[in-house]
């Protein structure tokens, strides 16, 4: 069964930090997919990153990075010199690739960054 | 940039009563979805829709849910007689194919009295 594990229920920092947020996946797929979503308190999911389980290259984009390991089945998320309009939940979601196409969330981490 | 719409944004009903939650997925997407989310907690799988068919849905997809395609753009997700427990934001996805990302609408909240 697939499963992903958010350890960090709630994280608070102040504005310019970094952060980074944990996700730990589980799958017996070969061909897999992880993303993160933001859900700000506005209520929406906003698609923020989606990585291919053969591609364990690491991403940035701006102030946003992504490091996936697949040796530990580990795809972190770190934002640099937060801001607070980074405050927000952040999901990472597990799909697969034939047979099943829903998405396997985690519980959410809830990150506030403070002025 | 094409969006999944959702209507209405909050939706009140009393306790068995009939609901029918409305998206129109982006205009290409061929794979459509409807998730909840109970307040507080994770995002939940419930139906993925292609080809004019459920092609999966989760056990919380009992028989009083039901998903359609009335038309060229609408998804629609109707829970027939709707329990205390149905409280929960929904959400309609939509993807280009089966493991593309997917794109999710703003939900709609519903509230079950």
């Known amino acids: 069964a697939q499963k992903v594990t958010q350890a960090q229920t709630e994280i608070s920092v102040v504005e310019k930090e970094d952060v980074t947020l944990d996700c730990v996946y589980e799958?017996?797929?070969?061909?897999?997919?992880l993303f993160w979503y933001k859900q700000p308190p506005s209520g929406e999911l906003v698609f923020l990153i989606r990585?291919?389980?053969?591609?364990?290259q690491n991403e940035i984009s701006g102030r946003y990075s992504w490091n996936f390991q697949k040796s530990t089945s580990s795809f972190n998320f770190t934002i640099t010199a937060s801001q607070v309009v980074d405050s927000a939940v952040y999901f990472c979601a597990l799909g697969s690739q034939g047979g099943s196409e829903k998405l396997v969330f985690g519980k959410g981490t809830k990150l506030t960054v403070n002025p | 940039e094409p969006e999944v719409t959702q209507t209405p944004s909050h939706q009140v009903t009393q306790m068995g009563q009939e609901v029918i939650l409305r998206c129109v997925p982006i205009s290409n997407h061929l794979y459509f979805y409807w998730y909840r989310q109970i307040l507080g907690q994770k995002v939940e799988f419930l139906v993925s829709?292609?080809?004019?068919?459920?092609?999966?849905k989760s056990e919380i997809f009992d028989d009083q849910f039901s998903v359609e395609r009335p038309d060229g753009s609408n998804f629609t997700l109707k829970i027939r007689s709707t329990k205390l427990e149905d409280s929960a934001m929904y959400f309609c996805?939509?993807?280009?194919?089966?493991?593309?990302?997917?794109?999710f609408g703003p939900g709609t909240r519903l509230t079950v009295l």
């Open positions: 829709f292609y080809n004019n068919e459920i092609s999966e």
């Open positions: 996805a939509s993807s280009l194919a089966g493991g593309d990302t997917q794109y």
């Open positions: 799958t017996r797929d070969t061909t897999y997919y």
């Open positions: 990585r291919n389980s053969f591609d364990e």
